[in-house]
C-alpha cells in the first residue's frame, strides 16, 4: 500500500487533534482510501511545552522549513494559527511542490489568492475544508456536491461563539455582557473577544463561501459587517413575541446579471430575525450551520460543530484522503483550490442591498409619536408592514417596535437618522435586518 | 476544452430534469470544472411520446444498446428506473468500460454487488449520489467528507412521502388514510403506495448508507423493515403530549467489535419518537435530512428535497462532474462504487437490538389494571419510565400509556405478547420505539 508521509506544522488544540485522529484512524482510512496516512514530523515552538496529546519526541523539530523542504514528506499541514510565519510555511510548501491542508481562514482570507496562484504556478494545491465551519464539509458541498448549481442564496451560522452568546441570552434571558463573561469563563470565547463578536471571523468565513460560489475572490475589506454587541434582552424578546429567533448570519444574495453581465453579489455577515419555523431557528449553541439555495437542488442544509479540536480534524482528515488520492493518482490539480471564472461578479454595496428590518424606538407616551414617525418613512417611499407599541410599567419612554417592508440599506439608513433627530424619540433607534428566505 | 460526451437512457421525469439542468447549468460547470459535459444521445421507450421537457428528435433512440456501445460516448446515465432492463444497461455500459451514473435506489440495492464487481473488473466505475435522499450529498459526505470517521449513529429520514403524511397527520390531527387519500391526489404517493409507506424504500437506501459506513454490503432482506400504517392520530397526540415527534427513521447503530472482532451494526427501518429538540424533528413536508454521528466530528445533519425532478438531477450533475474530471485525470476509480474492508461488520438481528419504547394499551378502566402490566413487564425486568393515563370521556376502553427503558426488541415482543392476552386488555397494543440520540 502506498504511504504517504505528512508533516505537520503546529501542535496545538487543533494540530494535537489531528496527531490523535490519525493514530486512532489511519488504519480505517487505509481500508477505504488504500493509502496509509503517517505522521511523519511535527513542528512546533517549543519541544518541551507539556502537551494534551503526547507525541513521540523524535517526531519533534522547532525549524518548520524541515518539513517544507524535506523530499520525504509528501503533504504539508498547516496548523499553527496566524498569518504571517504560516503564510511562509504555506508559500514555502507549495513552492517545493507539495500539496498542503490548512484550517486558517484569516491566512486564506487575507493572502488566499497569492497562495492559490503559488500554488499554481508550481502544480500543486491547497486543501482547506477545515477552515470555515468546522466539522461541516461545506466547501465539498460547494465545490463538489453543488458544481451543477447556480448558488442564489447562502445563509451561514458560521461563528460558534456568537451563536452560543445569542442562544443563551434567547434561552435564559440573559444579557449580553453577562453571557459573554460565562462564555469566556468556560473558553467558548476568547479573553479578546472582537474577532468573534464583532463579526470579523464570520466575515472571513463568509468571504470564502461566497467566493466559491460565485467564482471571483471576495475582498474581506468590502464585505459590510456588523456584530452582535448591540443586541438586547428586549430585542431578542420582542422577536420572539414576533415569532422570530435573532442569529448572526453570514449571507450571500445573487442577483443575476441581466444579459451577458456579470452576477451581483451581495456579501455582508450581520444579525438578523429569522422565522421560528425556519430550520436555522433551530440551530443552537456552538453549533454551526449553512443553508444553501441552487437553481436546481432547491433548498439544502448542512449542520455540525463548528469549532473544536475534534470537528476541524474531522475535515483535515477528509483533506488529507482527496490529497491523498490525488497523490496516488497523480492528479494535485483536480479540483483547484480557488477557480476564478466569467460567471463570477461584482460585489453589491451594503446601500444597495434590499432587506426587511425590524426597527426598536425608545419613544415619549404621547399622541401623535407614531404619525410623526410614520411621515417620515411615507416621504421616503418605506413601507411598513406592522407596529407593536407594548404595554409598559414605570415611567419614561415607551418601546415602539416598527417592522419594515423591503427597503434599500440606504434609505432606511437615512430615514433612521431623521426619525432619530425628533424630539419625541429618546435613544439611538435599535435596527435589525430581518430575513425571510423567500 | 475536453468535450464529455453523456449517453442518457430513460428521459421520464428525471431524465427530462437532467436534460434541462445540463441545457441551464453546462457552460457554468465549463467554468469550474474545465470540461464540457454535452448530451449526446437520449434512449427512450417511444419516441413519439409527449414530454414536458423537449429534446431534439434527432437525439433520440428506442435502442439504448446504441448508447453503451458507441465508442463517442464518454459516460452512460441510467434513469430509466426499474431493475431488470436498467440492470442490462448499466452492466453494458460497464463491460464496455464506460462510467456510469445512475439514480436508481432499487437497482443498487437488489444488483449493487454485482454491478460494482463488472466496474471493478474493467476498470470503471458507479457512480450514484442520486439514489439516496434526493440533491443531499449524503453518498459524498459519507465517503469523502467523512472518511476519516468511524460512523457510530446513522438516522435518516430518506422517504419524503411517509415524512409528508406524518408531517400532515402531526399538523392537522388527520388520519393516516386521508391524508395518504390526499398524497396520491397531489403525486406524493403512488396509486400502490406500498413501497413507500411500508416502508421499503427507506430500507434500500437505508441499506445502501449503511455499507457505505461500514464496509460491506447490506443484504437488504436482512433490515428490519416497520412502515408507518400503524401510526395513529392518538399516538401522533400522546406523542407530542410527551414532548416526541414521530418520524420514519432509516437507523444504523454500530456496536464497535470488541478486540478484533467484526463490528456489530443494527441496520433497520421504523416509526420511531425523536425528541422534539432534535433538529430531525423539525425536518417537515417532503424534506429530507441524514444525522450522522461520527467518532471524530461528532454530530453532523444533512437537509434537503429527498425527491423530485430538479432535487436528483442536482445529484446526478454532481456525479457527472466527477465522472468527467475521473476521466479528464484518468483516475476512474479514484473513489470506487463501494469498498468492503476488514473494519465491516455483522448483521445485529432486530431480536437482540436495544431500545427504548411507547406502548398504548386500550384497557378497561378497572383498579389493579396497571399492576398487572407492570408485573409482566417486571417479571421480563424491563422497566417503565413513565405511565401517563390520559383522562377519557365516554364508555369503553381508556388508554394508557407506557414509556419504557431500554430493553431487547425480543423481550419487549414477548411482554407485549403476554400482556396482549391480559383480559383487561381490549385490543392489540400499540408499539413504537423511542430514539434519544444518546
Same mark, same amino acid.
Given at each position: 500500500?502506498?504511504?504517504?508521509?505528512?508533516?505537520?506544522?503546529?501542535?496545538?488544540?487543533v494540530? &494535537? &487533534?489531528?496527531?490523535?485522529?490519525? #493514530?486512532?484512524?489511519?488504519?480505517?482510512?487505509?481500508?477505504?482510501?488504500?493509502? +496509509?496516512?503517517?505522521?511523519?514530523?511535527?513542528?512546533?515552538?517549543?519541544?518541551?511545552?507539556?502537551?494534551?496529546?503526547?507525541?513521540?519526541?523524535?517526531?519533534?523539530?522547532?525549524?518548520?522549513?524541515?518539513?517544507?523542504?524535506?523530499?520525504?514528506?509528501?503533504?504539508?499541514?498547516?496548523?499553527?494559527?496566524?498569518?504571517?510565519?504560516?503564510?511562509?510555511?504555506?508559500?514555502?510548501?507549495?513552492?517545493?511542490?507539495?500539496?498542503?491542508v490548512t484550517a486558517?481562514?484569516?491566512?486564506?482570507?487575507?493572502?488566499?489568492?497569492?497562495?492559490?496562484?503559488?500554488?499554481? #504556478?508550481?502544480?500543486?494545491?491547497? %486543501?482547506y475544508e477545515a477552515s470555515?465551519?468546522g466539522?461541516?464539509?461545506?466547501?465539498?458541498?460547494?465545490?463538489?456536491?453543488?458544481?451543477?448549481?447556480?448558488?442564489?442564496?447562502?445563509? &451561514?451560522?458560521?461563528?460558534?461563539?456568537?451563536?452560543?452568546? =445569542?442562544?443563551?441570552?434567547?434561552?435564559?434571558?440573559?444579557?449580553?455582557?453577562?453571557?459573554?463573561?460565562?462564555?469566556?469563563?468556560?473558553?467558548?470565547?476568547?479573553?479578546?473577544?472582537?474577532?468573534?463578536?464583532?463579526?470579523?471571523?464570520?466575515?472571513?468565513?463568509?468571504?470564502?463561501?461566497?467566493? =466559491?460560489?460565485?467564482?471571483?475572490?471576495?475582498?474581506?475589506?468590502?464585505?459590510?459587517?456588523?456584530?452582535?454587541?448591540?443586541?438586547? #434582552?428586549?430585542?431578542?424578546?420582542?422577536?420572539?413575541?414576533?415569532?422570530?429567533?435573532?442569529?448572526?448570519?453570514?449571507?450571500?444574495?445573487?442577483?443575476?446579471? /441581466?444579459?451577458?453581465?456579470?452576477?451581483?453579489?451581495?456579501?455582508?455577515?450581520?444579525?438578523?430575525?429569522?422565522?421560528?419555523?425556519?430550520?436555522?431557528?433551530?440551530?443552537?449553541?456552538?453549533?454551526?450551520?449553512?443553508?444553501?439555495?441552487?437553481?436546481? /437542488?432547491?433548498?439544502?442544509?448542512? %449542520?455540525?460543530?463548528?469549532?473544536?479540536?475534534?470537528?476541524t480534524a474531522?475535515s483535515v482528515?477528509?483533506d488529507?484522503?482527496?490529497?491523498?488520492?490525488?497523490?496516488?493518482?497523480?492528479?494535485?490539480?483536480?479540483?483547484?483550490?480557488?477557480?476564478?471564472?466569467?460567471?463570477?461578479?461584482?460585489?453589491?454595496?451594503?446601500?444597495?442591498?434590499?432587506?426587511?428590518?425590524?426597527?426598536?424606538?425608545?419613544?415619549?407616551?404621547?399622541?401623535?409619536?407614531?404619525?410623526?414617525?410614520?411621515?417620515?418613512?411615507?416621504?421616503?417611499?418605506?413601507?411598513?408592514? +406592522?407596529?407593536?407599541?407594548?404595554?409598559?410599567?414605570?415611567? &419614561?419612554? /415607551?418601546?415602539?417596535?416598527?417592522?419594515?417592508?423591503?427597503?434599500?440599506?440606504?434609505?432606511? *439608513?437615512?430615514?433612521?437618522?431623521?426619525?432619530?433627530?425628533? +424630539?419625541?424619540?429618546? +435613544?439611538?433607534?435599535?435596527?435589525? *435586518?430581518?430575513?425571510?428566505?423567500?
Open positions: 500500500m502506498r504511504r504517504v508521509n505528512i508533516g505537520l506544522v503546529g501542535a496545538g488544540t494540530g &494535537g &487533534g489531528v496527531y490523535q485522529a490519525i #493514530q486512532r484512524n489511519a488504519s480505517l482510512m487505509a481500508c477505504r482510501l488504500g493509502v +496509509s496516512l503517517r505522521i511523519h514530523r511535527v513542528a512546533v515552538r517549543d519541544i518541551r511545552r507539556a502537551r494534551d496529546v503526547r507525541i513521540p519526541r523524535s517526531l519533534l523539530t522547532t525549524d518548520w522549513k524541515q518539513l517544507t523542504q524535506d523530499p520525504r514528506i509528501d503533504i504539508v499541514v498547516e496548523l499553527m494559527g496566524g498569518t504571517s510565519t504560516a503564510r511562509e510555511v504555506v508559500a514555502s510548501a507549495l513552492r517545493a511542490g507539495k500539496p498542503v486558517n481562514k484569516a491566512l486564506l482570507s487575507a493572502h488566499g489568492e497569492s497562495l492559490f496562484s503559488i500554488a499554481q #504556478q508550481r502544480g500543486g494545491n491547497l %486543501y470555515v465551519a466539522g461541516i464539509p461545506i466547501i465539498k458541498v460547494l465545490r463538489e456536491a453543488m458544481v451543477g448549481n447556480r448558488i442564489t442564496r447562502l445563509y &451561514g451560522i458560521v461563528n460558534g461563539t456568537c451563536n452560543y452568546i =445569542l442562544t443563551r441570552m434567547k434561552r435564559e434571558g440573559a444579557d449580553f455582557m453577562d453571557v459573554l463573561r460565562d462564555a469566556q469563563k468556560l473558553g467558548y470565547a476568547e479573553a479578546e473577544p472582537s474577532l468573534d463578536v464583532d463579526g470579523h471571523d464570520a466575515a472571513h468565513k463568509t468571504g470564502i463561501l461566497a467566493s =466559491l460560489a460565485h467564482g471571483f475572490w471576495v475582498n474581506p475589506a468590502l464585505i459590510h459587517t456588523e456584530g452582535i454587541r448591540h443586541i438586547t #434582552q428586549r430585542d431578542i424578546e420582542f422577536a420572539g413575541q414576533l415569532g422570530y429567533t435573532i442569529k448572526l448570519l453570514g449571507i450571500v444574495k445573487a442577483r443575476p446579471g /441581466v444579459a451577458r453581465a456579470a452576477n451581483r453579489v451581495q456579501v455582508s455577515v450581520y444579525p438578523a430575525l429569522i422565522p421560528n419555523s425556519h430550520v436555522l431557528a433551530s440551530v443552537n449553541d456552538v453549533f454551526n450551520a449553512v443553508f444553501l439555495r441552487g437553481d436546481i /437542488v432547491g433548498d439544502t442544509l448542512y %449542520y455540525g460543530r463548528g469549532a473544536g479540536q475534534d470537528a474531522s482528515l477528509s488529507l484522503g482527496d490529497a491523498a488520492l490525488d497523490l496516488l493518482h497523480d492528479s494535485r490539480r483536480r479540483v483547484p483550490a480557488f477557480v476564478a471564472h466569467r460567471e463570477g461578479g461584482l460585489m453589491v454595496p451594503i446601500d444597495e442591498a434590499v432587506s426587511r428590518y425590524y426597527v426598536r424606538l425608545d419613544v415619549i407616551d404621547r399622541p401623535g409619536v407614531l404619525a410623526r414617525i410614520a411621515a417620515i418613512l411615507g416621504r421616503a417611499k418605506i413601507g411598513i408592514s +406592522s407596529v407593536i407599541q407594548p404595554e409598559v410599567h414605570g415611567g &419614561g419612554g /415607551v418601546p415602539l417596535i416598527l417592522m419594515i417592508h423591503d427597503a434599500t440599506n440606504a434609505a432606511m *439608513r437615512r430615514a433612521l437618522t431623521k426619525i432619530s433627530r425628533l +424630539s419625541v424619540v429618546r +435613544s439611538r433607534p435599535s435596527l435589525i *435586518r430581518v430575513e425571510s428566505f423567500d
